[in-house]
Protein backbone atom coordinates (compact mmCIF):
# COMPACT_ATOMS: atom_id res chain seq x y z
CA UNK A 1 0.00 0.00 0.00
CA UNK A 2 1.68 3.32 -1.14
CA UNK A 3 0.92 5.76 1.94
CA UNK A 4 3.32 8.73 0.03
CA UNK A 5 1.43 11.67 -1.11
CA UNK A 6 1.41 12.04 -4.95
CA UNK A 7 3.59 13.96 -7.06
CA UNK A 8 2.52 17.88 -7.66
CA UNK A 9 2.13 17.96 -11.36
CA UNK A 10 2.85 21.41 -12.73
CA UNK A 11 0.85 20.48 -15.65
CA UNK A 12 -2.81 20.48 -13.87
CA UNK A 13 -4.53 23.54 -12.94
CA UNK A 14 -5.51 24.01 -9.52
CA UNK A 15 -8.60 24.29 -8.16
CA UNK A 16 -9.46 26.65 -5.61
CA UNK A 17 -11.24 25.81 -2.63
CA UNK A 18 -14.54 28.16 -1.21
CA UNK A 19 -13.18 29.53 2.23
CA UNK A 20 -15.80 27.52 3.91
CA UNK A 21 -14.67 24.59 2.78
CA UNK A 22 -10.57 25.19 4.66
CA UNK A 23 -11.88 26.38 7.95
CA UNK A 24 -13.74 23.38 8.15
CA UNK A 25 -10.44 21.47 7.38
CA UNK A 26 -8.77 23.37 10.06
CA UNK A 27 -11.49 23.10 12.65
CA UNK A 28 -11.07 18.84 11.77
CA UNK A 29 -7.29 19.20 11.85
CA UNK A 30 -7.78 21.27 15.33
CA UNK A 31 -9.95 18.62 17.19
CA UNK A 32 -7.97 15.84 15.75
CA UNK A 33 -4.52 17.42 17.23
CA UNK A 34 -6.84 17.75 20.94
CA UNK A 35 -7.58 14.30 20.46
CA UNK A 36 -6.43 11.60 23.15
CA UNK A 37 -4.88 9.67 20.55
CA UNK A 38 -3.23 12.72 19.48
CA UNK A 39 -1.85 14.04 23.03
CA UNK A 40 -0.44 10.52 24.09
CA UNK A 41 0.97 10.24 20.54
CA UNK A 42 3.21 13.45 21.51
CA UNK A 43 3.88 12.45 24.34
CA UNK A 44 5.74 9.42 22.87
CA UNK A 45 7.90 12.22 20.90
CA UNK A 46 9.17 14.00 24.16
CA UNK A 47 10.05 10.86 25.74
CA UNK A 48 13.24 8.02 25.11
CA UNK A 49 10.83 4.75 24.67
CA UNK A 50 12.24 1.72 25.73
CA UNK A 51 14.60 -0.07 23.00
CA UNK A 52 12.70 -3.03 23.82
CA UNK A 53 9.53 -1.99 22.33
CA UNK A 54 10.58 -1.51 18.99
CA UNK A 55 12.94 -5.30 19.04
CA UNK A 56 10.60 -7.76 20.51
CA UNK A 57 12.16 -11.83 21.57
CA UNK A 58 10.59 -13.42 18.87
CA UNK A 59 11.43 -11.01 16.49
CA UNK A 60 7.80 -9.50 15.41
CA UNK A 61 4.88 -7.15 17.03
CA UNK A 62 2.27 -10.28 17.17
CA UNK A 63 4.11 -13.10 17.64
CA UNK A 64 1.67 -15.75 17.54
CA UNK A 65 0.22 -13.95 13.86
CA UNK A 66 4.02 -14.15 12.45
CA UNK A 67 3.95 -17.90 13.86
CA UNK A 68 0.59 -18.15 11.93
CA UNK A 69 1.80 -17.12 8.73
CA UNK A 70 4.76 -18.92 9.09
CA UNK A 71 3.13 -22.27 9.48
CA UNK A 72 0.57 -21.27 6.61
CA UNK A 73 3.48 -20.53 3.94
CA UNK A 74 4.91 -23.38 4.92
CA UNK A 75 2.18 -25.99 4.15
Given at each position: MDLSFPRFD???ELT????DLAVLIVGIAA?????HTAVVQA???RHD???RLF???HG???GPMAAA???????
Open positions: RDVVLPGRQAASGFAPDPAPLAFNLTRWREE
